[in-house]
């Protein structure tokens, strides 16, 4: 089993920054991507920002030039610095990973728990 396990989120005010931080645990073989993706109430599940190996992480067009995602490898961590936040980042931010538990094993979607970011006005 794979745990992904989120923290760094809060209550900011408009303007301000925070960062996001996930700790990919358990039976890790390799990690192929690892990503951010968030839910305000009433509002299905969005990307918000991926990181593949071997590739350039991906952005909703919504935080371009605001959010930067990052990844340790050897930490199997990934980090969200979320910059110029607006009220409309408030949400549930959720990590994803695409892990492999093995050398014959296909990858696995795993989510973590969730971490709550509140951007007041």
């Known amino acids: 089993q794979v745990q992904l396990v989120e923290s760094g989120g809060g209550l900011v005010q408009a303007g301000g920054s925070l960062r996001l931080s996930c700790v990919a645990s358990?039976?890790?073989?390799?990690?192929?991507?690892m990503g951010w993706y968030r839910q305000a109430p009433g509002k299905q599940r969005e990307l918000v920002a991926v990181?593949?190996?071997?590739?350039?992480?991906d952005y909703a067009d919504s935080v371009k030039g605001r959010f930067t995602i990052s990844r340790d490898n050897a930490k199997n961590t990934v980090y969200l610095q979320m910059n110029s936040l607006k009220p409309e980042d408030t949400a549930v931010y959720y990590c994803?990973?695409?892990?492999?538990?093995?050398?014959?094993?296909?990858?696995?979607?795993?989510w973590g728990q969730g971490t709550q970011v509140t951007v007041s006005s």
């Open positions: 994803n990973a695409l892990v492999s538990s093995g050398v014959v094993s296909g990858y696995r979607g795993y």
């Open positions: 358990g039976k890790i073989f390799s990690i192929n991507a």
């Open positions: 990181t593949k190996s071997g590739g350039s992480p």
